[in-house]
């Protein structure tokens, strides 16, 4: 166990339609990141967020948002979605120290949009 | 930009025997971190090992080291004693100390399957 907490474990929904994905990170870590795991296009970062600022942004959709909020956690926000959106989609905390810097994981929220 | 190559996609190998997986990078920074991560079927990711570029010594975690070539541009994982539970997918990422942020650039992963 990691200690990073991803809700839902499974999300299936239709085309067109909102979701939303909640990411608690480990006790004290103060940046989170979001990845999504797709079939196509491996493992590919979408954004960070450090103590409630975004920090850097990766191939992440315009119809894709996020946010931290002031307890730390996290939310990512994708809208309008299509077929090609269906992934897994991972969060992921640091505590963001100068030299090793590990990411740990959450166990990720399958999306399926049909 | 980062570039991270695994040219393994998959491979067989026995149990208690070593298995090495390959990585290959591409960065022109100088101060970057390696890392590896097991992502088993029921497809969480777990960290294995980190090496610094400016680690001297290659990284050791239990059964799990790192054959780290710098000058080479190669990070391969060696994995000693493979168990049954070593089945499952890896991936090399690489992160760049002086980029803004800390985003992980991830290979494709190679799959391995321990044979009883």
């Given at each position: 166990d990691s200690g990073v907490t991803q809700t839902p474990k499974h999300l299936i929904t239709a085309t067109g339609q909102r979701v939303t994905l909640r990411c608690s990170p480990r006790s004290g870590d103060l940046s989170v990141y979001w990845y999504q795991q797709s079939l196509d296009q491996g493992l590919q970062f979408l954004i960070q967020y450090y103590n409630g600022e975004e920090r850097a942004k990766g191939n992440?959709?315009?119809?894709f948002s996020a946010q931290q909020f002031p307890d730390l956690h996290s939310e990512l926000n994708l809208s309008?979605?299509?077929?090609?959106?269906?992934a897994l989609y991972f969060c992921a905390s640091s505590?963001?120290?100068?030299?090793?810097?590990t990411q740990y994981f959450g166990p990720g929220t399958r999306l399926t949009v049909l | 930009a980062q570039k991270i190559t695994q040219t393994q996609p998959g491979m067989f190998v026995q149990e208690k025997e070593a298995v090495t997986l390959d990585c290959t990078y591409d960065t022109s920074d100088q101060s970057y971190g390696l890392f590896w991560y097991k992502q088993p079927s029921s497809g969480e990711m777990i960290f294995l090992i980190y090496q610094g570029s400016y680690d001297e010594q290659n990284a050791t975690e239990g059964r799990y080291s790192l054959n780290f070539q710098k000058a080479r541009k190669s990070a391969n994982l060696v994995i000693s004693?493979?168990?049954?539970?070593?089945?499952a997918m890896y991936f090399c990422a690489m992160r760049v100390m002086?980029?803004?942020?800390n985003k992980l650039t991830f290979g494709g992963g190679t799959r391995v399957l321990v044979k009883p």
């Open positions: 992440i959709l315009e119809r309008s979605l299509e077929l090609g959106d269906s505590s963001q120290r100068r030299t090793r810097d | 004693a493979s168990q049954l539970g070593d089945s002086k980029a803004a942020g």
